[in-house]
Nanobody, 124 residues
Framework: QVHLVESGGGPVQAGGSLRLSCVSS????????MAWFRQAIGREREAVAV???????TYADSVKGRFTISKDNAKNTLYLEMTSLKPEDSAMYYC??????????????????WGQGTQVTVSS
């Protein structure tokens, strides 16, 4: 079992930046993909960024060039650096872990471990 705890969310003005963190604990899988998803009120949970087992990254089109996913293995921590934030980025952000295929990295059902979420609110 993998336990994920997110932090770093909060209110921010449009154009600002935030860094989300996700600390993992529990079973240490030798290789697992990590991802950030988000869910706004009344909308489906959608993938934001994926850091796959080989170090490759995948981003949703809406955040390319603005968000960066990274990991510090020594700290068991996944990060999401968010810049140039927009009001439409407001959502609950979730950390997830799993074993997606190369064509299914952005699909929610590929991830079996989830954190409790951290809220990001961007005001205009």
């Amino acid at each position: 079992q993998v336990h994920l705890v997110e932090s770093g969310g909060g209110p921010v003005q449009a154009g600002g930046s935030l860094r989300l963190s996700c600390v993992s604990s529990g079973d240490k899988y030798s290789s697992i993909a990590m991802a950030w998803f988000r869910q706004a009120i009344g909308r489906e949970r959608e993938a934001v960024a994926v850091l796959d087992r080989d170090g490759s990254t995948t981003y949703a089109d809406s955040v390319k060039g603005r968000f960066t996913i990274s990991k510090d293995n020594a700290k068991n921590t996944l990060y999401l650096e968010m810049t140039s934030l927009k009001p439409e980025d407001s959502a609950m952000y979730y950390c997830a872990a799993g074993w997606p295929g190369p064509m299914t990295r952005l699909l929610r059902y590929e991830y079996i471990h989830w954190g409790q979420g951290t809220q990001v609110t961007v005001s205009s």
